[in-house]
Nanobody, 118 residues
Framework: QVQLVESGGGFVQPGGSLRLSCAASTSNFRILAMGWYRQAPGEQRELVATIATLGSTKYADSVKGRFTITRDNAKTTMYLQMNSLKPEDTAVYYC????????????WGQGTQVTVSL
């Protein structure tokens, strides 16, 4: 079992920045494909960004050029640097991990709230 703990959410004005962290309690972090998802009130959960075990990344079109996903295997932690935040980025952000060797092993964090408003 892998536990994922997000941190770094909060309230920020439009144009501001936040950095989210996702700490994973596992010694097998290197075999986890990681990602950030978000869910706004009344909306479905959507993919924000993913980072593969070897570091390749993908982003939703809505965040390209503004968000950067990274991972530190030594610290078993993933990050999401969010710049130029917009009100439409307001959501609960969830950390996700998938074991690349076991398709039935997928984990979610508890979520962290990000609110972008004046």
């Amino acid at each position: 079992q892998v536990q994922l703990v997000e941190s770094g959410g909060g309230f920020v004005q439009p144009g501001g920045s936040l950095r989210l962290s996702c700490a994973a309690s596992t010694s097998n972090f290197r075999i986890l494909a990681m990602g950030w998802y978000r869910q706004a009130p009344g909306e479905q959960r959507e993919l924000v960004a993913t980072i593969a075990t070897l570091g390749s990344t993908k982003y939703a079109d809505s965040v390209k050029g503004r968000f950067t996903i990274t991972r530190d295997n030594a610290k078993t932690t993933m990050y999401l640097q969010m710049n130029s935040l917009k009100p439409e980025d307001t959501a609960v952000y969830y950390c996700n991990a998938k074991n690349i060797l076991r398709s039935d092993r997928e984990y979610w964090g508890q979520g962290t709230q990000v609110t972008v408003s004046l």
